[in-house]
């Protein structure tokens, strides 16, 4: 840290004096501030050398873990639909529709063009199909 000092010091009033008693001799402070350039100096402790202490690697015990095995279940076989399907097929692009459209053709299934897909005939297949009609084509199954 540096070390700040203050001096003051006077001058002395001018040495032609005037006669007039408005202006009287007026004598000046200064305060001038001088900085010291001393710099703190800190100094470390020698430590000694630590005495080797002799560290022992931990014992590690082994242990036995018993899997119980998983039984993996197949994927549900797919139901034979009975009635009329229709097979609806992606002939035009999705990109740039409405967004209902974009989502009635990814719950119909269809992602890609020239992409087919199975669904049952019935009312709300058809329902989906009148939304994106102008997309897709349609055609029936026994």
Do not use: C, Y
Not at 11 to 40: E, P
Not at 53 to 73: D, G, T
Not at 91 to 105: A, D, F, Y
């Amino acid at each position: 840290m540096a070390e700040t000092k203050k001096t003051t010091t006077k001058t002395a009033a001018t040495a032609k004096k005037t006669t007039s008693a408005a202006k009287a001799s007026t004598s000046s402070t200064k305060t001038t501030t001088a900085k010291s350039t001393t710099k703190a100096t800190t100094t470390k402790k020698a430590t000694a050398p630590k005495a080797a202490a002799k560290v022992e690697a931990p014992v590690v015990e082994e242990v036995k873990v018993e899997v119980a095995p998983v039984e993996v279940k197949a994927a549900p076989a797919k139901k034979a639909v009975k009635g009329p399907q229709l097979q609806i097929k992606l002939v035009k692009s999705k990109s740039g529709r409405l967004e209902k459209q974009i989502k009635t053709l990814t719950a119909l299934g269809l992602n890609k063009i020239n992409q087919t897909v199975v669904k049952p005939d019935n009312a709300a297949t058809r329902g989906m199909i009148f939304v994106v009609k102008h997309l897709v084509e349609v055609t029936e199954i026994k």
